[in-house]
């Protein structure tokens, strides 16, 4: 049963436009969200988070909202650059800061920016 | 600036054989974590520490081991390699309060 689950295994969509990457999640004990990127042979990379009591965080050209009611979040690029095209993990914790017994994952979206 | 290291980056095991994936971090983080994916998967977490001495499951540890005798280093122990474990292991480590760093990973394939 998974309790992070990213509904689109990829997204492409066109240099300068907005990149949306959704996340849904089921476990209410989950109060820290992260976003990790991840190139082919490389291990995944931190690129922003939010704890449950923000709905809104962003840095630079990327922003993360989360709809607790919902339990859904989501991940905005704007504007698209070709070096954003990777595979984006959305990961979810019980625990402030990534918690002691780690992240729980989705599957991934790979995102892909068209020149 | 090394953040967390792993080697080797690939392997090929033979069915039965056994072998270490090694875990280096330099962060001074007391949490350490083994997760693996596999394609297609996100990654699922096999096992994880608190610190040094202290190790616990994850959602996947049957097949492996690990120990953490040093804040530093988290082996990850294969003692009978099955086709299962075909996969793509990544070692991280986190501060209390922060996100976690990953390893590049180890590519380790099982014939």
């Known amino acids: ?115 | 600036n090394a953040g967390v290291t792993q080697t080797p980056k690939f392997r090929i095991l033979k069915i039965g054989q056994s072998m270490t994936l090694q875990c280096a971090q330099d962060m001074n983080h007391n949490y350490m974590y083994w997760y693996r994916q596999d394609p297609g998967m996100g990654l699922k977490l096999i096992y994880y520490s608190v610190g040094a001495g202290i190790t616990d499951k994850g959602e996947v540890p049957n097949g492996y081991n690990v120990s953490r005798s040093t804040t530093e280093d988290f082996p990850l122990r294969l003692e009978l390699a099955a086709p299962s474990q075909t996969s793509v292991y990544f070692c991280a480590s986190s501060a209390l309060g922060g996100q976690a760093f990953f390893g590049q990973g180890t590519r380790l394939t099982v014939v």
């Open chain 1, 1 to 115: 049963d998974q309790q992070v689950k990213q509904n689109s295994p990829s997204l492409s969509v066109q240099e300068g436009r907005i990149s949306i990457l959704n996340c849904d999640y089921t476990n209410s004990m989950f109060d820290y969200f992260l976003w990790y990127k991840k190139y082919p042979a490389e291990g995944p990379t931190f690129l922003i988070s939010i704890s449950s009591i923000k709905d809104k965080n962003e840095d630079g050209r990327f922003t993360v909202f989360l709809n607790k009611s919902a339990k859904h979040l989501s991940l905005h690029i704007v504007p698209s650059q070709p070096g954003d095209s990777a595979v984006y993990f959305c990961a979810a914790s019980a625990e402030s800061g990534g918690g002691a017994d780690g992240l729980t994952f989705g599957k991934g979206t790979h995102l892909i920016i068209q020149p």
